[in-house]
């Protein structure tokens, strides 16, 4: 079955960097566009990031851009956010996500909380 495990979430303080990963499985990674979300408290989940299937294109949230980065690694069934100069307000539940045909799959989430 298809499952998303993402890690590298943490305490950081404004401006520091951190780099999430989602691990793949259960489905042929390098056919599928994958996405980042996040969801921080109190608000609706978010669009932060998303790059095709062979990583050749990439888009990205208004107020991530500049500053995140996302890519993979199709050899190693990976999904990555690259996060630099972070801010209070990226606090939140950061999630991997893809589509396979009509059904949606996620992972569980890694916390990242941005704080002085």
């Known amino acids: 079955q298809v499952q998303l495990v993402e890690s590298g979430g943490g305490l950081v303080q404004p401006g520091a960097s951190l780099r999430l990963s989602c691990a793949a499985s259960?489905?042929?990674?390098?056919?599928?566009?994958m996405k980042w979300y996040r969801q921080a408290p109190g608000k609706e989940r978010e669009l932060v990031a998303f790059?095709?299937?062979?990583?050749?294109?990439?888009s990205y949230a208004d107020s991530v851009k500049g500053r995140f980065t996302i890519s993979r690694d199709n050899a190693k069934n990976t999904l990555y956010l690259q996060m630099n100069s972070l801010k209070v307000e990226d606090t939140a539940v950061y999630y991997c996500?893809?589509?396979?045909?009509?059904?949606?799959?996620w992972g569980k989430g890694t916390l990242v909380t941005v704080s002085s």
């Open positions: 259960g489905f042929t990674f390098s056919d599928y566009g």
């Open positions: 790059i095709t299937s062979a990583g050749g294109s990439t």
């Open positions: 996500n893809v589509r396979i045909g009509a059904q949606t799959y």
